[in-house]
Structure formats: C-alpha cells, structure tokens
Nanobody, 122 residues
Framework: QVQLVESGGGLVQAGGSLRLSCAAS????????MGWFRQAPGKEREFVAA????????YYADSVKGRFTISRDNAKNTVYLQMNSLKSEDTAVYYCAAGGFEAPHPNEYDYWGQGTQVTVSS
C-alpha cells in the first residue's frame, strides 16, 4: 500500500513557475514508477510526465516537453514536477500516481493522490 500526498499547487501568472511535490508513505516507494497527470474541468484526465523507479528514464506529454521536468528523490520518498513557462492551458488539478511501469495511461497506475490545483492566469 502506498499513500500519496501532493503539494505545491497554487495561482501563478502565465510565464511563471511552480514546483509540485508528491510525498509517498511506505518503504517500497523506490520500487514504483511514478507519474503526473492532470484534469481540467470538463476534460478527461491526461498524462503529463512519468519517471522510472530508478529515475533514469523520463517521459513527457508533447504539450509540456521542454517546460516541465519530473524528478524523484527515493531517499525522501518524493517525486517532483518542476513547471516553467506556465500557460493558461496548464490550469488543472494535478495528480501523482504510483505504478509498476512508467506508462502514459492512467489505468497502469495503482495508487493516486488527492490532487493539487494549479491555476495559471493570463
């Protein structure tokens, strides 16, 4: 069992930056691939980024590539999402998730956090 708690969301102007954190409970965090997803009002949950259990492999949605960076610190049981050059279309609730494989599909993940709101004003 893994429990995930996101933090770091908030209101930011377009062009600004935020860093999201996702703290995991349990001693098995380092064995899980981690992903970030987001869901805007009226839209389906979409993939943002994923990272392998070791941190060596990362994947990004085309819409955030070059602007967002996913990283993890297994010693701290935490995964991060650094978001730069934010746009109004990045506004959404952001969720972290843990699973066995760094896939872009939500159904590949077993555990989810409660989400944190990111609002980008134009």
């Amino acid at each position: 069992q893994v429990q995930l708690v996101e933090s770091g969301g908030g209101l930011v102007q377009a062009g600004g930056s935020l860093r999201l954190s996702c703290a995991a409970s349990g001693r098995t965090f380092s064995s899980y691939a981690m992903g970030w997803f987001r869901q805007a009002p009226g839209k389906e949950r979409e993939f943002v980024a994923a990272i392998s259990w070791s941190g060596y492999s990362t994947y990004y949605a085309d819409s955030v590539k070059g602007r967002f960076t996913i990283s993890r610190d297994n010693a701290k049981n935490t995964v991060y999402l650094q978001m730069n050059s934010l746009k109004s279309e990045d506004t959404a609730v952001y969720y972290c998730a843990a699973g066995g494989f760094e896939a872009p599909h939500p159904n590949e993940y077993d555990y989810w956090g409660q989400g944190t709101q990111v609002t980008v004003s134009s």
